[in-house]
């Protein structure tokens, strides 16, 4: 069985915030208060998670490391310690957790933990559970259950549904990536291919920052799939034609094609302005000049809000027509 990464592997952008979180630990003599994770999504945020989880399962931590050698640690690594628990959504979009299944599991939960020590208990997440899952474990927290820790990972600003939770918690927000050290670890992390500083830039930029999202739209398939659609359309926007572009979206990640297209409206509308210190695409440049020299910043305004809308409806309904939704937005778009 594969094992998991301890903490020698976290990623350096969370050295930061797992010494702290540690330290508050340690400080309250690992007292099992929960703890509420608020992050940017893909950062390592699970990694984190788990790593904070091997250091409060761990029998002979060394100061904030887990040892990596006694006995827990080492079923830890082979995904066996019988009292850790991960409640994880598999669709986002739809709460997937069965209210009868999570009420067993609470029962377990308040039973004495196999070997009479730590149990950890790591909810992913938790903005995407309905509403009476989440007034379910609410009500948990209100009178925990013995040595036990709760880790809850939230992506989203935290909504008023959690707000209860929320104030059990010691709550942390993980924050974005120093891009001195997201661009230090993507140079390290990609060796075969050589992209320039301002590639390496921009794909850190369009993830908010996410050194291990810019890693992979940086893979050669997928960053010739950006540089190609960027080129139809310097051509769609010559030939004020931009229906062409229909098929891309229908053969390809859709999602991936709508925040490019975002982040690019989004550089033209600042280009307009002169604003150049907070640019997204500065390997695109050229382009998004071009842009500015054939729209107004009205009409600029006009589309990116239209892909707003178009990026909502993509995300909300799963059974739309797809064809519909995009041959729409392109007909618009002259």
């Not at 976290?10 to 309250?28: A, H, R």
């Not at 930029?205 to 960053?223: C, D, E, F, H, T």
Request: hydrophobic share 40%.
């Amino acid at each position: 069985m594969k094992k998991k990464t301890l903490n020698k592997n976290l990623y350096p952008w969370l050295i930061d915030s797992y010494e702290k979180i540690l330290n508050n630990y340690k400080n309250k003599n690992k007292e099992c208060f929960p703890l509420f994770l608020h992050s940017l999504y893909n950062v390592g945020e699970d990694i984190l998670c788990y790593t904070i989880s091997c250091w409060l399962i761990c029998s002979e931590p060394n100061n904030i490391k887990n040892c990596g050698m006694c006995y827990y640690c080492k079923l830890m690594q082979v995904n066996s310690y019988p009292d850790y628990y991960e409640i994880k959504l598999s669709n986002k979009k739809n709460d997937s957790i069965n209210l009868e299944n999570l009420y067993c599991f609470i029962d377990n939960v308040y039973r004495f933990p196999f070997y009479g020590k730590t149990k950890v208990i790591s909810i992913y997440y938790i903005e995407f559970f309905s509403k009476r899952i989440i007034r379910l474990i609410s009500k948990v927290l209100e009178n925990p259950p013995k040595n036990t820790y709760f880790l809850f990972v939230c992506l989203k600003e935290p909504l008023e549904e959690l707000t209860r939770i929320k104030s059990y918690c010691f709550y942390w927000k993980i924050p974005y990536p120093e891009e001195k050290i997201g661009l230090n670890w993507l140079s390290k992390k990609i060796t075969n291919n050589h992209y320039s500083v301002f590639e390496l830039k921009s794909a850190l930029r369009i993830y908010n920052g996410s050194p291990i999202k810019a890693k992979n739209l940086l893979q050669p398939v997928l960053w010739k799939k950006r540089n190609m659609l960027f080129s139809k359309m310097k051509y769609a926007i010559f030939k004020k034609n931009f229906l062409f572009l229909l098929p891309d979206f229908l053969k390809n990640n859709a999602q991936e094609l709508i925040l490019w297209i975002l982040t690019l409206l989004s550089d033209s509308i600042k280009q307009h302005f002169a604003i150049q210190n907070f640019l997204i695409n500065i390997d695109q440049i050229k382009l998004t000049q071009f842009i500015v020299q054939s729209y107004s910043v009205n009409e600029i305004y006009v589309q990116w809000n239209n892909w707003i809308k178009c990026k909502k409806i993509y995300y909300k309904l799963d059974s739309i027509n797809q064809e519909l939704l995009f041959t729409n937005i392109l007909l618009n778009w002259k």
